[in-house]
């Protein structure tokens, strides 16, 4: 698999020779199949690194032999070395650090890669300033094609209210805008836009979402969750070879962050077929395990065909189905047992019944499939557990780790239900460092108890896998590693952490993105960890993370990102014969 880019990046890469060499299994972790015996002959060792393998095990290696996309041997330098026949090809490491490649547990990677085409508002901080960005674009392109952006919130605007449609008009005429909110939950559309979707005063809020309205009961262009569908089903799609271009670039992206794949959540059957084509064309270096999003059109056929394991080389997973309870904490729609604090009468929006969620739930149960439902508020999150426990009471399951995404707000009361019942609380660590500057005026100082309680979690026995919800927050996971270890932006704000007690240790939160990501998906057998019978997925990086000052996380560079044994990236900080 991937020999066309394995050759394109090993000619210059890598002086790769096929050199047939006898390798040690022992100690493996999974028992390999005929045909991955007959690829187990060491290919390359990499030696004298600063081997961090998660593996409780063998923690620390300065060693690891690679064969047929494989780890065949972990160890010390000379002992690796010895077991391998003289002609072996090797890569000197030169003491850098090497740890698993990293897995964000929570992305919408299609979103992601749409994005190219989008105008990019991450990091805006006024209104003025996203209405500059949309003017530019306005000034770039003719016609009436649709302005589409992302990334924006009002929490860091200085006045800090929901926009008005107005200011469109000294902006853009005649053309559709389409900006959504950095959490997804949220959109601003101008005049032009809910012309377009028929949206009136008269038009009903859609369940499970709202239509923000002024005095006079006309729409201020704000739709929150499943309002927003109003409009977005209005914008032309991308066409398929658009998408699989912006794929294989943004799959190129998270490579020079050191991620070797994701759980992406949502997606379609045209997605999935995309995806194949891609790895069928060898240009997609990436493994993807996805999860199909609730309203997918086939989804019965999809469910009664059963979960897609290992396409491609174990390229490809398709194991679970997304749901949505809530909304988001930022938008004042997660579901709360409460009013909000700074916004009495509101207890957010249930995007779905409880029963018809249940319905949904226990079909994707009984076909084999997780269910990972996403849930932010503390109501939200109860109302999951009451269903999962409902499920598995009555229909008892194996190990099926069902999954609740984000569990940001949770009452102190339900947290242990989350490990007694064998659900995973998939968390975003930055999302805690995003929202923690207003977070306190939404909750009150009494929720802030349950808030992104991951120290709470791990000491109940859960296992947490770690993501980002990217495009939502930055694709690099150090910065998600970094918010674990310190619950501090990136200005070192506030002093000492946010809710302190909460932090992980750097090895909690490296085994966030390998080990428990891993875990999540039921491939603690083959991934996460640097152990012999494991694929060959690891990444060298800049610092020796273990003893880096918690400042300096973020700082850390990916020189050389590996999947399957194939260097896929290469940073232009290392120097061209270091790795060859």
Not at 47 to 66: C, L, Q, R, S
Not at 413 to 440: N, V, Y
Not at 487 to 511: F, M, N, Y
Request: aromatic share 8%; charged share 25%; glycine share 10%.
């Amino acid at each position: 698999m991937l020999k066309r880019l394995a050759h394109s990046y090993a000619v210059s890469l890598f002086l790769v020779i096929l050199v047939t060499a006898g390798g040690s299994t022992s100690g493996s972790k999974m028992e390999m199949t005929e045909k991955e015996r007959e690829r187990s002959r060491v290919e390359i060792v990499f030696y004298n690194g600063n081997i961090y393998t998660m593996d409780d095990g063998m923690p620390k290696a300065e060693a690891i032999a690679v064969g047929g996309g494989w780890v065949l041997d972990v160890g010390g330098t000379d002992e690796v070395l010895s077991r391998c026949r003289p002609g072996v090809h090797r890569v000197d490491l030169g003491g850098r650090t090497v740890i698993p490649g990293l897995v964000d547990a929570h992305a919408h990677f299609l979103g992601f890669a749409k994005l190219r085409a989008w105008v990019d508002l991450v990091g805006t901080s006024s209104l003025e300033d996203v209405m500059s960005k949309v003017s530019e674009r306005a000034g770039e392109e003719e016609g009436g094609h649709w302005i589409l952006g992302r990334g924006w919130d009002q929490n860091d605007w200085p006045e800090t209210h929901y926009p008005h449609k107005e200011i469109f008009e000294k902006i853009v005429s005649g053309r559709p805008v389409y900006l959504v909110r950095t959490c997804g939950h949220a959109a601003f559309v101008n005049d032009e836009a809910l012309r377009l979707a028929h949206i009136t005063s008269e038009t009903p809020d859609p369940p499970g979402g709202k239509i923000l309205r002024d005095e006079q009961g006309a729409p201020t262009g704000v739709l929150i969750d499943e309002a927003m569908e109003l409009v977005s089903s209005k914008i032309p799609p991308l066409s398929r070879e658009e998408k699989k271009q912006y794929l294989v670039e943004a799959a190129h992206e998270c490579l020079s962050v050191g991620l070797v794949g994701l759980h992406e959540m949502g997606i379609t059957s045209e997605t999935a077929a995309i995806y194949k084509e891609l790895l069928q064309e060898e240009v997609l270096p990436f493994r993807i395990n996805a999860y199909y999003q609730y309203d997918e059109a086939d989804l019965d056929s999809v469910l009664e065909a059963g979960p897609v394991r290992d396409y491609a080389d174990h390229h490809l997973s398709v194991s679970g189905v997304k749901f949505y309870i809530d909304g988001s904490l930022g938008a004042r729609s997660a579901a709360l047992l409460e009013d909000y604090s700074d916004d009495p009468g509101n207890r957010g929006i249930l995007i779905i019944e409880p029963e018809a969620l249940h319905r949904k739930i226990l079909t994707c149960h009984r076909k084999g499939f997780q269910a990972a439902v996403h849930a932010i508020g503390d109501r939200g999150i109860s109302l999951v557990l009451d269903i999962y426990e409902r499920i598995l009471s009555e229909y008892p399951s194996e190990n099926r780790r069902h999954r609740v995404e984000h569990a940001q707000i949770v009452s102190p009361r339900d947290i242990p239900r989350f490990a007694s019942l064998g659900l995973i609380p998939s968390m975003q660590f930055t999302h805690c460092t995003s929202d923690m500057p207003w977070a306190g005026e939404r909750l009150g100082s009494e929720r802030l108890k349950g808030a992104y309680a991951w120290r709470s979690f791990l000491s109940e026995g859960c296992t947490i896998p770690g993501g980002s919800d990217f495009p939502v927050e930055s694709i690099n996971p150090f910065l998600g590693i970094y918010a674990a270890v310190t619950r501090k932006d990136l200005h070192g704000h506030p002093e000492g952490g946010w809710s302190p007690e909460q932090c992980l240790t750097v090895e909690e939160a490296v085994k966030a993105f390998t080990v428990h990501a891993a875990y999540a998906v039921h491939e603690e057998e083959m991934r996460g960890t640097l152990s012999a019978g494991k694929l060959a997925d690891f990444i060298v990086i800049s610092h020796d993370i273990m003893n880096v000052t918690p400042e300096n996380i973020p700082l850390i560079k990916v020189h050389a990102t590996v999947l399957g044994g194939e260097v896929v990236y290469r940073s232009e900080e290392l120097p061209p014969r270091d790795i060859e």
